[in-house]
């Protein structure tokens, strides 16, 4: 692992997004984007250093842009498989933390060598 690379944050939206019921299912791609935004702004509260911050959306929200300081990626199948991708791609160069509160995907992603944090990481309720 390289030390000097920065934290990769992978932001499984959907379960983020759904962690707060404000009528996400009204509109999730603009709850997507909210979310995105706010991520641009904000970063990643409490960590320090360098982080590429990856926004995972699928479904409704397939197709948001992604911004200055936030890739957003549209998974063509499961979100879920989508982000375990990502992390076995990434986790033997660079650290990598998920944010999800979904147990199987918390489960599949620390066996990878990720890090898990739960959605009031970025979102606070």
């Known amino acids: ?3 000097n690379a920065p934290l990769l944050v992978v ?3 959907a379960n983020v997004v759904g962690s707060v019921p ?3 299912w ?3 791609r603009g709850a997507a984007e909210r979310l995105r935004d706010r991520l641009a702004a904000d970063g ?3 960590r320090d250093g360098p982080v590429e911050i990856v926004l995972v959306v699928e479904g409704a929200a397939r197709g948001v842009e992604s911004v200055p300081g936030v890739r957003v990626e549209s998974a063509p199948g499961s979100g ?3 982000m375990v991708g990502l992390v076995a791609r990434a986790a033997d160069e660079r650290p990598v933390l998920v944010v999800t509160a979904d147990h199987e995907l918390r ?4 066996e990878l060598g990720a890090r898990v ?3 009031r990481t970025v979102r606070p309720g």
């Open 26 to 28: 009204r509109d999730r």
């Open 117 to 119: 944090a739960g959605p």
């Open 22 to 24: 404000d009528g996400w």
């Open 44 to 46: 990643v509260p409490g």
């Open 1 to 3: 692992m390289e030390d």
């Open 11 to 13: 932001v499984d939206a």
């Open 80 to 82: 879920d498989d989508h």
């Open 107 to 110: 489960r599949r992603v620390t």
